[in-house]
Nanobody, 121 residues
Framework: VQLQASGGGLVQAGDSLRLSCAAS????????VGWFRRAPGKDREFVGA????????NYADSVEGRFTISRDNAKNTVYLQMNNLKPDDTAVYYC???????????????WGQGTQVTVSS
């Protein structure tokens, strides 16, 4: 499975962005997908995840209520809708796919290249 994240950009605090994670491979619909981010000088951080069917999601406390993950398996794409963005959300965002619906990065086998999100105050 190959993943490509896109949709990042420079926005102001309070704005919204939608990131996409497009996948190649016939088995993508069987994988859980996680979103992670890495801010400058910080460790990689779990943002949220969605199970293979899209029926179950999980979010980090820092984004709960502001971010929403969804997926369209017919399009082999997972989305991260980010609303009410804050400067602390500035980071490179990565999507990852794996067999298990977990919050730990090492649980995911396939990673996209990342897309930069910058939120100005």
């Amino acid at each position: 499975v190959q993943l490509q994240a896109s949709g990042g950009g420079l926005v102001q605090a309070g704005d919204s962005l939608r990131l996409s994670c497009a996948a190649s491979g016939r088995t993508f619909s069987s994988y859980a997908v996680g979103w992670f981010r890495r801010a400058p000088g910080k460790d990689r951080e779990f943002v949220g995840a969605i199970n293979w069917s899209g029926r179950t999601t999980n979010y980090a406390d820092s984004v709960e209520g502001r971010f929403t993950i969804s997926r369209d398996n017919a399009k082999n794409t997972v989305y991260l809708q980010m609303n009410n963005l804050k400067p602390d959300d500035t980071a490179v965002y990565y999507c990852a796919a794996g067999d298990h619906f977990l919050v730990t990065a090492h649980s995911y086998d396939y990673w996209g290249q990342g897309t930069q999100v910058t939120v100005s105050s």
